[in-house]
């Protein structure tokens, strides 16, 4: 007798990442073109805001409104307030809570988790039922940037500090095989390698408030064979290894803004965490777009988060089909 292997039971794991989390839009789409669905989604900060629309079938809408977003209609949903953190959040919520209208966990067209942390205990949660809005608003809840969420006597705030890429959330789910999305790999931009100085200043892109989108500073370029690229673009994208390097901006004696040192202070420790995380809990396969030059408040630049994470997939496509058992 002939015993078939079962079918794998995949596990999209979304990882955090604000901005940068529109990358899992494009890498989202790369993977249903190829035919592969996952069968539970987990999702931490952003990751679980585009993993809940995703499950909910609404993938469709959120691609076409971020697509629309522009520095003002960013500064305009940011919620600017100084009690419990420096955004509320409460307007972007609400344009989430209409589209999910009520909808519980348990009501989505697939499993579904979000995971935030407990304040008070540092304890990861993994939040499986109850309201989706609830959920969704307590994993994004980044400290000192939004509110936190009471939720059932306990305050809630970011997934990220305890698990920015939940893989033991989607193996607990019962999912065999892993397909993770870590949107940190890059955002250091190397200084912890070897190249900028860890307290390089970085430039942040949020206006200020009587900016128009036209003043929003551009993207710091690279060069690629003399030629100016955007930094999400380069050198990653040429995945031939050329072995361009990259050109680190000029040192600057400037003290950084609050907001500066804040959104610096996230992503150090985005990328510590998921490190050792990912060390630990490895997934079966791991999709890492190159989002190095994108800051965690540039919501406005979705059209490149996307094709950044759809090419990062595509790239690893012959792996996922080799471990899927895909001809």
Request: with cysteine; aromatic share 4%.
């Amino acid at each position: 007798m002939i015993r078939r292997r079962p079918p794998h039971r995949i596990g999209l794991v979304l990882g955090g990442g604000a901005a940068r989390g529109w990358a899992h839009i494009g890498a989202i789409r790369a993977l249903q073109d190829a035919g592969i669905r996952p069968d539970v989604v987990c999702g931490t900060s952003i990751g679980a805001l585009i993993g809940a629309v995703y499950a909910n079938g609404d993938l469709d809408w959120l691609e076409e409104w971020v697509s629309r977003l522009t520095w003002q209609t960013v500064v305009r949903l940011l919620d600017l307030r100084f009690s419990g953190g420096l955004l509320g959040g409460r307007k972007v919520i609400q344009l989430f809570a209409e589209r999910f209208n009520g909808c519980e966990i348990r009501d989505l067209q697939m499993p579904f988790a979000a995971v935030a942390t407990e304040l008070d205990s540092g304890r990861e949660i993994w939040m499986q039922e109850g309201s989706v809005v609830d959920a969704v608003r307590a994993s994004i809840a980044i400290p000192g940037i939004f509110t936190p969420v009471l939720h059932d006597g306990a305050w809630l705030v970011d997934g990220g500090l305890t698990n920015p890429v939940p893989v033991s959330a989607a193996r607990g789910m019962r999912a065999d095989c892993v397909i993770a999305i870590d949107l940190n790999s890059d955002i250091l931009n190397g200084r912890d390698l070897g190249g900028m100085a860890a307290d390089t200043p970085m430039p942040l892109s949020l206006p200020a408030s009587g900016d128009t989108e036209a003043d929003a500073p551009p993207p710091v370029a690279l060069r690629k064979n003399g030629k100016p690229w955007p930094r999400w673009l380069a050198p990653e994208n040429d995945r031939g290894g050329t072995g361009d390097v990259r050109v680190p901006p000029p040192p600057s004696a400037k003290v950084p803004s609050m907001l500066n040192s804040i959104a610096q202070s996230i992503d150090i420790m985005q990328v510590r965490i998921t490190r050792s995380r990912l060390a630990g809990e490895p997934a079966d396969i791991l999709i890492q777009p190159r989002l190095g030059g994108m800051g965690i408040f540039d919501f406005h630049r979705a059209a490149p988060a996307i094709e950044e994470g759809r090419a990062a997939v595509e790239t690893m496509m012959p792996a996922i089909r080799a471990r899927l058992g895909m001809n």
